[in-house]
């Protein structure tokens, strides 16, 4: 099985892409960062406070995550339920943040991450993905963009989903999501030593899938 590493901060456009690539080049595309705002999800809902590190974990085990690919698509199930549209919500970014900094979610998560990669050609994006969950995946790539230009995707992306949302307040959420992700004590958000770096900064959604198409055709000689 071949496993692309896919890493970057919040807003870089890894998920996008990455979906899309992987419908091009026939992988089962993982999107980490769902599973951690599924966890803050429930954590909401019952509410816990994602910053309480010991509440967090005392509830995991009540908690079940469920991955399904349907008509290509990643759909999360927690404890049976589809919450993929609630985990979109603007709020569960920063939650998600808090939860992922805890080290009992991060290890309740990574057998599920690794386990996705043993069995299928996986295209998996996240923040730890080629430094912690992947380290030996065939490919890593460090997907950035500048924090000015990914707040103004997902400022366009939540109007066009409906949600009342402002510029400034997302671009703080950005800066403070990237010092969180960057500054956790268990694998922080970092480009591993081997990882390609591709820097999306003004590129038109279309532009960015073809850079990386073309670069993992070409590292991972696959057929077109």
């Not at 992947?134 to 949600?163: H, M, S, V």
């Not at 671009?171 to 480009?191: G, M």
């Amino acid at each position: 099985m071949l496993s692309i590493a896919i890493d970057g901060p919040s807003g870089a456009g890894k998920s996008t892409i990455s979906r899309l690539v992987s419908q091009k080049i026939g992988f089962i595309y993982v999107d980490t960062g769902a599973l951690y705002r599924t966890i803050a999800l429930y954590m909401l809902e019952n509410g816990i406070d994602t910053a309480d590190g010991d509440a967090v974990t005392a509830n995991l085990g009540s908690i079940s995550i469920e991955t399904k690919h349907i008509d290509g698509m990643q759909r999360m199930f927690l404890n049976g339920r589809d919450v993929s549209d609630d985990i979109r919500r603007p709020e569960l970014s920063l939650l998600a943040s808090a939860v992922s900094a805890i080290p009992s979610v991060r290890a309740f998560l990574l057998e599920t991450q690794r386990d996705f990669a043993r069995k299928n050609n996986v295209i998996m994006d996240g923040r730890d993905i080629g430094t912690t969950v992947l380290p030996d995946a065939d490919l890593k790539i460090y997907l950035t963009a500048t924090a000015e230009d990914r707040a103004n995707r997902r400022y366009l992306e939540q109007k066009e989903k409906g949600f009342d949302v402002d510029y400034d307040s997302i671009l703080a959420d950005i800066n403070k999501r990237d010092y969180n992700d960057s500054h956790r004590a268990v694998s922080p958000l970092t480009k591993a030593p081997d990882a390609v770096l591709v820097d999306t900064t003004g590129n038109e959604l279309e532009k960015s899938i073809r850079i990386l198409h073309e670069l993992i055709i070409s590292e991972l000689k696959l057929e077109k």
